[in-house]
């Protein structure tokens, strides 16, 4: 069993900042993919960023391409997402996931707010 608990939510306005962490229990956390998603107010929760297990491989929306990076310390269990450039759109709850079987992520963490003053 894997619990993910994300961080570094919160109120930032539009150009700014913010960096999230999904901070993982688990001695396998190492071995997963780990993706971020977000879901914006009332909308439907989408993909946003991946990292593969060793972090040779990564992945994105395109609409983040260029402005977030996604990235793991396996040492810590934790994976962050460096998000720059900030706009309202990016505005939303986010969510780290961890482990793909079948095509979909395992295990989910709470979430956590973003919201992007214009």
């Known amino acids: 069993q894997v619990q993910l608990v994300e961080s570094g939510g919160g109120l930032v306005q539009a150009g700014g900042s913010l960096r999230l962490s999904c901070a993982a229990s688990?001695?396998?956390?190492?071995?997963?993919?780990v993706g971020w998603f977000r879901q914006p107010p009332g909308k439907e929760r989408d993909f946003v960023a991946s990292?593969?297990?060793?972090?040779?491989?990564?992945a994105y929306r395109n609409s983040v391409k260029g402005r977030f990076t996604i990235s793991r310390d396996n040492a810590k269990n934790t994976v962050y997402l460096q998000m720059n450039s900030l706009k309202p759109e990016d505005t939303a709850i986010y969510y780290c996931?961890?482990?793909?079987?079948?095509?979909?992520?395992?295990?989910w963490g709470q979430g956590t707010q973003v919201t992007v003053s214009s």
């Open positions: 996931a961890a482990d793909v079987r079948g095509g979909k992520y395992v295990y």
């Open positions: 688990g001695r396998t956390f190492s071995s997963y993919v």
């Open positions: 990292i593969s297990a060793r972090a040779g491989t990564t």
